[in-house]
Structures are given as structure tokens and as C-alpha cells.
């Protein structure tokens, strides 16, 4: 069993970094995380594995010092909150555009705008479905756990190295501030060169030796016909990415006449909604994406067979449920799907989420079938 | 007194005639082709080819590195 | 002497370094980009550099910079090359780490990132194309662009009242403690070049003992941009852009020891 300790998530985000071997954090300061580059600050890790942490000037140059360390085949690494990350998006796609592997972490607040500095998940667009310009699809983690904001600061660099393509761990301001126990990984040795080379194959920056031909890091290509084909590499790779990657979480679905979809902090929140509606006789699961991207729409389209309804439970406007929505057209079902979920920094209680669905499913309830749109 | 002679050759085919070269020449070795190259440009060329001291000026100004600069004493 | 007696590999005194690819540049002809990269690759080659070297490509005319020298190379985005730089040489500090980029990228969209890279006193090379004018977007008007000077976006010249005053941002750059040599060249004649040349192989020597920053800003011309002939736009950055640019030595220091001239 590895250390156990009572951390902040966002200070777990740190930890996990430095124990995970990573090379390099490049941030900016935004509530509410902060903490991150706070706690990287006062742990030294240069000290302890040569981590290297740096305060940007900008998200803007935090994301390019990232394209720079990542493109020289480094672990690196940067987190911000919502806004900072619109900052980043060029960026982004310019890391996804030269198939770099980073970590992006983005502590979400409320928005549009400066919004607040309360939790939300309305950044789940920008996220999922690119958020910067052009075709490209980041990996989406979204950890619903300070436990989980540890495991998968790992597992991201993982799945960013072995697609060669940005992971995003998607969070949210409560998971970000919130306490728990959690159990360290134990530190991994960070990669010399030559061991990203045996990994990856030779690509990163690192100095042309006699031996091998330059390498470029670059996104540009003038001939349509050559970047048309890497438009197709990368459709492939997010496709394998969707067979192979998509994680997720059931929690009293077998016998579930509706099914809740919620991930990160809502998620945990529903897991007491399905306690509530089900002492209530009502037959309510949870499925809890871990994966946003790849989006687990396998799982909702064997569910949709036997559901009456989804309610997609998001502290946004709605906006996962459209992705719900597709699987179950995609599935060839009609079954309804809802959403329900409370904005600008307020977090729904799990009562509101019960009363949503009663609401929002009376006809389901009353009469027991689905309906035709 | 030894006397130098240089000689520049041109890279035909990769000049564009910007005719940096023939100004930099402190001989008037240089000009710039009646001749095009197979892009059209106007290409340099020795038109006073014993006038040349190989002092490379004219390799230094070019943009396109298409000249390579020879001398000896003679 | 025939020619072909003179001309044999013993009697050669100038000609192309290893470390220029043959791939022709699609620079306009007389384009400076090209004799600057040809210093660069020189003294990367003379220098003993390549397998050390990273170099960052701009946006803008130098985006393919990345075509012609036989190094490892990363396109930045527009302005963000010091930033791409600085990850570069804190987790490479044994590499020599370069960028290379035109006026509208450094001092335009890029100011903040130059401004701060400097200013940390980053163990990089900056080399500054400035030729008053947008090149390859179609000649528009740059930080840089002098008063009075036409432009795409300026068809009347370049109003200070409209459109703000020429940036001598070199001359802010040298001002940072975090930079160890400034300097100002062109490219413009053999002597100019030749100088140039020394001073970008001083500040590649400052930025291998680790001084800080070195910036070499060269005085260019965009001949295409400017609408006149190579041989023209050379004598019209004499006349009009090395007044207010003026040539030479900013700063000459070690980071941190703050001898600025200006």
C-alpha cells in the first residue's frame, strides 16, 4: 500500500506530477487551482528529480512552454481554470496539429467570461470537441475523486505518450478544493532520452546527432493532399482511441428504468440521488463517464434497450446531454433524454437531481412506456 | 608582386537574379544574364572574369548561397 | 590562369556549409532571410553546434526556416517562440537553443513572450528579422514600420498619430537585466555581413557560458514588401530605415550586471 495522506485535490494534481516523473510544469495563476503550481513551488521537486517548474507570464506562454518541453519528448505539463484555458487553445491545437503528448489539467469555474470562481462543467464542449481550431480531439479524464485526480495524472502522460496526442484531465473547482484521503504512487524514475526514444520512436527535438536525420516539430503543411492524410492520421488514432480507451463507471444500472449520466463532482452527488429515488421505489442507476473523450456511447446504447430515460446531471446548461443523445440515435433508440443541472458555480443537491427526474420523466412514470418524439 | 585571381561559379539553376552579387563586387566581375534560367530569373554570371580577386564578397550578399568562390596566386 | 585550373577544391575560399540543405529557399530574391540563415548554418557548422542545436521557427517568411538547416527544428505559433524556447533550454540546458523571428512575431503579437524570456534571462539566442513590414502576409504595416513609410495597411504612409510610433524595441530589450549582449546589425554589404557573423557567434558564446539572453536584431529589406528591387530596397534601408535603427552594440554584459548604453 503506498503513502496515505489527507490532501487537497489540486495539491494532489502536484504530487501525483512530481512522483509520476514528470519533466516539466509551465503555469499561470487562476483560481481555484492555484494550488498546484503553489504546492510545486514549495515542494522543489528540481531538488528532488530535476522537475522543472516555471511561472509563465501568461497561459499563452505556459501552453507554448509545454508545446516546447513536450515536443523535445519531455513529460510535461500545465493546469489553469476556464478562462486560462480558452487562452490555451491555440495552443492546444497546435499541440494536437504536431501529435505532442502533454497534460492539460483545467480546474473548471463558472463562465462565460470571468464568470465566477465556483465550480462548473460547462467547459465540456470546449473539452470534448476540440475547444481550439480544426479537426483534433484531446484524450478527456474526468476524475470524480481526489483519489482520482491522483491516478490519473499517471494515466493521462500514459495515454498521451502512447497516442502521441494532448490528455485533458477535466475537473471542477469542488474536486479541486475538496479534502479526501488518498493513497500516493510510489515515484517513478522520470525518462532519460534515450527511454522516450525506445518508447516512442525517434521524433522529439533533442539535437540532430550524425546518425539520424533532423527532426521537426511542426503543424504546418502547405500541400492539401499531404494534410489532408494527416487529417486522416489523426481520425484514426481518435478512432482506436474510442475502441480501446473509453472508461467508465456503473453503479445500479442492471435493473434501472432511468439512468443518470453524470461525471467529476455531479457524479458523486447523483450516487446519493440513485440512493434517494431508489428508497423511493423508483428503479434510477447511475452511469459515470470517465472518459468524456473517448465518450463511453457503447455502454448507453446497451442501456438504452431496457431504459426509459436518461437524465444527463451537469453543473452546465446542458451540454453533455448532447452527446448522450447521439449515442441513443446512433443505438436506434428513442428512448428521452434530459438534462438537468444548476450554472454559474452552484452545485445541485442530490434531492434537486431526484426531483428533476420525476419531473422531467412524469410521462415515463405514469404510463411505464416510452413514447414516440 | 604575386597577382590573385579568383573565379566565382554560379549555381545557374538556384539563382534569382537579385543582382545583390553584382553590386557587392568591388571589380565589376558580375552581371546580371541576358539568359534566363529554366525559372526565369536573369541569372549572374562573370562578365569580366579577370578582373576577379576571390574576394568573396559577392558569395557573403547572396541570399541563396548559389556562389562558391575560388582564388589563387598567380 | 584558365578558369578551370582555378577552379579545384584546393583553391576554394567560400562556398556552401554542410549545414544548409539544398533545399532551394522561397525567399523573394534578395531577400535577407537568406544570408541570415546562411550565418546562422555557418556558424553552427564552424561552431561544432549541430547535434546541440534547436532552433524555433516564427510565423511569418521564416516559418519554413525549418527546410533549410540540417538541425532539429519546432515551428511555434505566431510570437510564442520564446516561450517554446525557454521550455526547451530549462529541461535541455545542456542544448543550444535558438529563435529566430521577423518584427510582426517578436514585437507584435510576441511582445509579451520576448519581453518576458528576456527579462528571465533565458540562456537563448534571439535573432531578430526587422524589415518594417509584414512579409508574408502581404506587406502590411509592423511595429517597426518607420513614419511615413507605405504599407498595405498604411497606403498613406505610416501616421504616428493613427498608428503609433516606430517600435525600437531592441533598444527595450537591452534594458532587461536578464540580457547579456544586444546588439543591432544588417546584412546589407560584405562588411555589414561579415559583422553580423561575429556578432551572432559572440552571442552564441554568450549563451553556451550561460550570460543570459543574447539578441541580435538585423536591419532588413523586404524588397517584395516594399515594392522596389533588392538593389533599391538596400539603398533605401541605408538612407531610411539605419537612421532610425541605428547599427551597433546595445549592450554588452553578463545577466543580472546591468551596463545597458542606452
Request: negative net charge; charged residues 20%.
Given at each position: 500500500?503506498?503513502?496515505?495522506k ?42 528532488e ?44 491545437s497546435?499541440?494536437a ?6 497534460l ?34 484531446l ?9 482520482e485526480m ?10 498521451a ?8 484531465i ?10 479526501e ?19 516512442s ?12 536525420k ?43 428504468d ?12 447523483c ?10 421505489g423508483?428503479k ?8 468524456l ?7 448507453i ?21 448532447e ?7 446512433e ?5 428521452r ?22 419531473d422531467?420523466?412524469s ?11 | ?5 579568383g ?27 541576358k539568359?534566363v ?32 568562390v575560388?582564388?589563387?596566386k598567380? | ?7 579545384k ?13 539544398d ?7 534578395g ?29 511569418g ?7 533549410y ?6 515551428e ?36 509579451a513572450?520576448?519581453m ?7 540562456n ?15 506587406g ?11 504599407t498595405?495597411?498604411t ?24 540580457t ?7 546584412v ?21 557560458d550561460?550570460?543570459g ?10 524588397n ?32 543580472g550586471?546591468?551596463s545597458?548604453?542606452?
Amino acid at each position: 500500500m503506498g503513502e496515505l495522506k489527507l490532501m487537497k485535490g489540486n495539491e494532489v494534481l502536484a504530487e501525483a506530477a512530481i512522483r509520476c516523473g514528470c519533466d516539466g510544469y509551465f503555469g499561470y495563476p487562476i483560481t481555484p487551482q492555484s494550488e498546484v503550481m503553489e504546492t510545486l513551488m514549495a515542494r522543489q521537486p528540481w531538488n528532488e528529480t530535476g522537475m522543472v517548474v516555471l511561472q509563465a507570464e501568461s497561459e499563452v506562454a505556459s501552453i507554448n512552454m509545454v508545446y516546447g518541453g513536450a515536443g523535445a519528448g519531455k513529460k510535461v505539463m500545465t493546469s489553469s481554470s476556464s478562462p486560462g484555458i480558452s487562452l490555451m487553445a491555440e495552443g492546444i491545437s497546435y499541440i494536437a496539429g504536431s501529435e505532442l503528448p502533454c497534460l492539460i489539467v483545467n480546474v473548471q469555474r463558472g463562465g462565460p467570461g470571468l464568470g465566477t470562481i465556483q465550480p462548473s462543467q460547462a467547459d465540456y464542449f470546449q473539452a470534448v470537441k476540440g475547444g481550439g481550431h480544426g479537426d483534433y480531439k484531446l484524450i478527456v479524464l474526468a476524475p470524480a475523486s481526489v483519489q482520482e485526480m491522483n491516478d490519473f495524472v499517471d494515466l493521462s502522460f500514459e495515454l498521451a505518450f502512447k497516442y502521441r496526442n494532448p490528455a485533458m484531465i477535466l475537473t471542477d473547482g469542488a474536486l479541486g478544493q475538496m479534502m479526501e484521503k488518498v493513497e500516493l504512487a510510489d515515484f517513478k524514475p522520470r525518462w532519460t532520452d534515450e527511454e522516450i526514444e525506445e518508447k516512442s520512436g525517434s521524433w522529439a527535438t533533442t539535437g540532430k546527432p550524425s546518425s539520424r536525420k533532423k527532426n521537426i516539430v511542426t503543424s504546418l503543411e502547405m500541400d492539401s493532399n499531404i494534410m489532408e492524410a494527416n487529417n486522416h492520421r489523426f481520425q484514426e488514432k481518435y478512432k482506436k482511441m474510442e475502441e480501446d480507451e473509453v472508461r467508465y463507471e456503473l453503479f445500479h444500472c442492471d435493473d434501472a428504468d432511468f439512468i443518470i449520466v453524470a461525471y467529476g463532482s455531479s457524479s458523486r452527488i447523483c450516487q446519493k440521488s440513485v440512493e434517494i429515488a431508489r428508497s423511493k421505489g423508483l428503479k434510477v442507476g447511475l452511469l459515470r463517464p470517465i472518459t468524456l473523450f473517448p465518450f463511453p456511447n457503447k455502454i448507453i446504447a446497451e442501456l438504452a434497450r431496457k431504459a426509459k430515460g436518461f437524465l444527463s446531471v451537469e453543473m452546465s446548461s446542458g451540454q453533455m446531454v448532447e452527446d448522450i443523445k447521439l449515442a441513443v440515435y446512433e443505438a436506434g433508440r428513442n428512448t428521452r433524454v434530459n438534462h438537468f443541472g444548476r450554472t454559474g458555480g452552484i452545485i445541485h443537491t442530490p434531492e434537486e437531481v431526484v426531483e428533476a427526474l420525476e419531473d422531467k420523466f412524469s410521462w415515463e412514470l405514469n404510463y411505464g412506456v416510452k413514447r414516440s418524439y | 608582386m604575386a597577382k590573385v585571381q579568383g573565379a566565382v561559379v554560379v549555381n545557374i539553376e538556384e539563382c534569382k537574379g537579385c543582382g545583390l552579387c553584382v553590386v557587392a563586387c568591388p571589380h565589376d566581375v558580375l552581371q546580371l544574364n541576358k539568359e534566363v534560367n529554366s525559372k526565369g530569373y536573369h541569372y549572374s554570371y562573370m562578365a569580366n572574369p579577370n578582373a576577379c580577386v576571390g574576394c568573396a564578397h559577392c558569395g557573403v550578399v547572396c541570399p541563396d548561397t548559389c556562389i562558391t568562390v575560388y582564388r589563387a596566386k598567380v | 590562369m584558365e578558369l578551370k585550373d582555378l577552379i579545384k577544391p584546393e583553391n576554394l575560399v567560400y562556398g556552401k556549409t554542410k549545414i544548409l540543405e539544398d533545399e532551394p529557399m522561397h525567399y523573394c530574391p534578395g531577400c535577407s532571410h537568406g544570408v541570415v540563415h546562411k550565418l546562422l548554418a555557418e556558424l553552427i557548422g564552424e561552431m561544432g553546434l549541430q547535434e546541440k542545436t534547436i532552433g524555433i521557427a516564427p510565423v511569418g517568411c521564416a516559418v519554413f526556416a525549418y527546410k533549410y538547416l540540417d538541425i532539429d527544428w519546432q515551428e511555434a505559433a505566431h510570437g510564442r517562440a520564446p516561450a517554446v524556447a525557454t521550455a526547451l533550454i530549462r529541461l535541455k540546458p545542456d542544448n543550444f537553443v535558438f529563435t529566430y523571428q521577423g518584427d510582426g512575431d517578436l514585437a507584435s503579437i510576441g511582445a509579451a513572450e520576448i519581453m518576458h524570456a528576456c527579462n528571465r534571462g533565458e540562456n537563448i539566442l534571439v535573432i531578430f528579422i526587422n524589415n518594417g513590414i509584414y512579409g508574408m502576409t502581404g506587406g502590411q504595416m509592423a511595429p517597426t514600420t518607420i513614419e511615413g513609410m507605405v504599407t498595405s495597411t498604411t497606403p498613406g504612409g505610416r501616421n504616428v498619430d493613427l498608428n503609433g510610433y516606430p517600435m525600437k524595441i531592441t533598444n527595450l530589450i537591452a534594458q532587461l537585466p536578464g540580457t547579456s549582449y544586444v546588439t543591432r546589425q544588417a546584412v546589407h554589404t560584405a562588411s555589414a555581413a561579415r559583422k553580423c557573423k561575429r556578432s551572432i557567434k559572440k552571442a552564441i558564446e554568450n549563451v553556451l557560458d550561460k550570460k543570459g539572453t543574447s539578441f541580435v536584431e538585423v536591419v532588413s529589406t523586404c524588397n517584395s514588401g516594399w515594392k522596389m528591387t533588392p538593389v533599391g530596397a538596400n539603398t533605401w534601408m541605408e538612407d531610411n530605415m539605419i537612421p532610425y535603427y541605428p547599427l551597433g552594440d546595445l549592450k554588452d554584459s553578463v545577466k543580472g550586471e546591468n551596463s545597458s548604453e542606452n
